[in-house]
Every structure is written in C-alpha cells, then in structure tokens.
C-alpha cells in the first residue's frame, strides 16, 4: 500500500536514548529539558528569534488570534485545511474569503484590499503546499490599514524566502509539526514571531496564564509540548537535510515523468522544501478516474484541499471560482523519504496511461 505520505522515523535506539533523559529525571511535561532543547536547536537551525513549541498546529493559531486580540472579520484563504477557517469561527471571528492566485495556489493579494472593511482586524493567509504567499505585498497593505497578519505555514518547515526563514514574516507564523509533515514531533506544532513582548505574551497564554506557580499574568489554555513529543523532534531533526533532499529528487522525477502537468508555481526567491506534489486534471471527472485507477494498484493519493473552504457548511459562502476550480481538480501524489523511484515512475505510467 503506498499511501500519499509516510511518517520517518527515526532509528529507535536514538529516540530511546533521548527520551531516557526524561525518565531519569521523572519530568515528562511542563516545559522540561528537552523541550527547552529542541526550542533552541530549532531557533539555530531556523535562524530566528523566538520559537514557542506546542503540542499541535492548531492551537497556535487559536492562540495568535487571541494574542493580538482580533475581532470581527478576518481575511483568509479559501485554499487550505479546514483548521485554517475553523480556528477563525472558532475564535469569534468571521472569515472573509479573498480568492487564490492561479499559479502559486496562495492567496492574491491584488484582491485583499477590496474585501476590507471597518470590521477587518487581519490577514490570516497560508503558505500552501510551503509556497510563499505575497509577503511583501501583503505587508503593505496591512500597514496601509493597521491589520495584523498572521501565517499559517504549517507547510512551511525549513522554506526559506529572500534568504529568510518563512516563519519570519508576518506579526506571527504557525507551523504544524504533524506526523505527516517534512520534520515532526508525532504531533505537535510551533509558534514564532519576531517581537520579544509578543513572544511573552504568547508564552502566557499556551500555559494557563502563569506567572509563576501562582501568579497568572492573564487568560491562558494548556498548548504545551511534552517532553515525549520533543525527544521525536530531538530525534528526527538530525535528519532533516537527508529527508528535504531525497523528497527534492522524487519531485524531479515526478516533473520529468508527468506528460501535460504543471508543477505547482514556486514563487521567484524561494528556497522550497518540496513538502506536496499536487497536479492539476483537466477537470473533477478526470481527477476522479486517475484517482480510481492508482487505488485499483493501491496507491492513495490525496485530494489536498478539498472542498473549498467557502463551501464550509458553518461560514458565509462567498463565490471563489479559482479556488474552487482548484479545489475540484487537484490531487496530491504519494510524496516521502524512502518512496523509491520505481514507484514514482509507475505513478506516472499510470497517469499518462490513464489520461
């Protein structure tokens, strides 16, 4: 069965002897050892300021809403996992759907402006499949307006943009760290932004309010990494370079294979960390067909995003045509560490045949 990810794992014996470190000390949550370590091993490897490990990728976002203190309407994207919207409402907030760019699959700035509003607090946009959105753009217009921005680059795990990591752009960043993402804690995630006081704030909130053990500085939840999911990072990080470049040569062999697909459109000064591989069909009817035939072979790709996230049954629906042309037509192909390259290419032998 080839399915469209695979988590790595790294040796066990090297999970096992970081993980002993926490048995010994019999401290396995509450911000222990190792998850102080992988904090600042991750801010080397990143090269940024200031990193807040969590225990998924969606509760960063909830906190970065409430952080900034947003309300009322919310600018996102219609392309993306449901968490991104979901979080939104959630929140209190009504999202405001602004349509997708074509090729790059993020949402188009040239559209944001005319959906603002006085109720517009944000831009909360994600870099989809780790391909940057217009952050430059997207800067300006939110400085011409006093929003706050927010990304969600649960995607986005070593991208790097104009020689910056991804995560440094925006008032706050998020990251998932999922089984199924390029680096991993099992589950987990990550905050980031560039400001100390935010950072502060962010850190009060992802642990019930302390400030000290019985003190609390403010409203708070529980987000925090345990010291079992941070030995998995601690673990898995040493690998990371091995893992982004065996995923680079599967991805030029899905390019050099595929007859009459576009890769998806990476953004000029990207240094991508090739996370997906979506393909475009012509349309639903023939997504559908290759689909039935790669499962016929047990090989399961993925409709990543499906459906549009303005169809959602609990948001005001707004027409997106591009992303939910999009949205219909993209399948996303088997993409990991240790695929082997006979399997991609008779991935691609039966798409070409099937087509």
């Not at 066990?12 to 050892?33: F, P």
């Not at 392309?79 to 919207?85: E, G, L, M, P, Q």
């Not at 067909?289 to 303005?310: A, E, G, T």
Request: hydrophobic share 40%.
């Amino acid at each position: 069965m080839i399915n469209v990810t695979k988590t790595f794992l790294p040796p066990q014996e090297a999970y096992n002897a970081i993980l002993k470190k926490a048995w010994d000390s019999g401290w396995i949550t509450n911000r222990g050892a190792l998850v102080l370590e992988l904090e600042e091993k991750l801010k080397q490897y990143l090269q940024i300021p200031h990193v807040l490990a969590m225990t998924n990728g969606t509760l960063p976002l909830q906190m970065a809403i409430k952080a900034l203190g947003l309300t009322g309407e919310i600018i996102t994207t219609p392309f993306s996992y449901v968490a991104t919207t979901s979080t939104i409402v959630w929140e209190g907030c009504t999202p405001v759907f602004v349509d997708i760019h074509p090729e790059y699959l993020t949402i188009d700035e040239t559209k944001i402006e005319a959906a603002i509003t006085p109720k517009t607090t944000a831009i909360l946009a994600t870099h989809v499949f780790g391909n940057p959105c217009a952050v430059e753009e997207i800067e300006a217009i939110a400085k011409k307006h006093n929003l706050k921005v927010v990304y969600d680059a649960a995607h986005g795990f070593g991208v790097t943009y104009k020689g910056k990591s991804i995560f440094e752009y925006g008032d706050i960043s998020t990251c998932s760290f999922h089984a199924t993402k390029v680096f991993h804690t099992g589950e987990g995630g990550a905050i980031f932004t560039n400001s100390e006081a935010l950072k502060d704030k962010l850190f009060y909130h992802h642990n019930f309010g302390h400030f000290g053990p019985e003190v609390f500085q403010g409203i708070g939840i529980n987000a925090k990494m345990s010291e079992l999911q941070a030995a998995m990072g601690l673990a898995v990080l040493p690998h990371i370079k091995t893992i982004m470049e065996a995923r680079k040569v599967l991805v030029a062999l899905y390019n050099n294979n595929l007859d009459n697909f576009g890769a998806l459109g990476i953004r000029e000064g990207t240094q991508w960390n090739h996370s997906y591989y979506p393909v475009l069909f012509k349309d639903e009817t023939q997504l559908l067909h290759i689909q039935k035939l790669l499962n016929q072979k047990k090989i399961y790709p993925r409709r990543y995003f499906y459906p549009s996230l303005n169809l959602l049954p609990y948001v005001d629906k707004k027409n997106c045509p591009i992303s939910e042309n999009i949205a219909s037509r993209v399948l996303c192909l088997p993409l990991y560490h240790d695929l082997s390259e006979d399997v991609v290419l008779n991935i691609c032998n039966i798409i070409n045949e099937g087509l």
